[in-house]
């Protein structure tokens, strides 16, 4: 058994690498992008784009009970997998 909270960490640290890789991307957009309007439009849907995907995700998140836990394998799966043997659990 699993507990759900770890999943939770292991989703906070994927959000922070994704993170510093859309600030590095944004860098380099508006550091080498033409020098044009065009340039600070897309900056601006993707950033508009990025934040709902991030606040609807959060949104999702902060429903969910972190107390239970999750069994990756289900107890009767011993049978279905040829040469495993059934274990009680």
Same mark, same amino acid.
């Given at each position: 058994?699993?507990?759900?909270?770890?999943? $939770?960490?292991?989703?906070?640290?994927? $959000? #922070?690498?994704? #993170?510093?890789?859309?600030?590095?991307?944004?860098?380099?957009?508006?550091?080498?992008?033409?020098?044009?309007?065009?340039?600070?439009?897309?900056?601006?849907?993707?950033?508009?784009?990025?934040?709902?995907?991030?606040?609807?995700?959060?949104?999702?998140?902060?429903?969910?009970?972190?107390?239970?836990?999750?069994?990756?394998?289900?107890? #009767?799966?011993?049978?279905?997998?040829? #040469?495993?043997?059934?274990?009680?659990?």
């Amino acid at each position: 058994m699993i507990p759900l909270f770890a999943f $939770l960490i292991i989703w906070v640290v994927l $959000l #922070g690498v994704f #993170g510093v890789i859309t600030l590095l991307t944004l860098s380099q957009v508006l550091r080498h992008g033409l020098p044009a309007s065009s340039t600070y439009l897309v900056t601006f849907f993707f950033l508009v784009v990025v934040s709902t995907v991030v606040v609807a995700s959060v949104l999702f998140v902060s429903q969910v009970d972190w107390s239970t836990s999750v069994a990756l394998l289900p107890s #009767g799966i011993g049978g279905w997998l040829p #040469g495993t043997v059934e274990i009680p659990l």
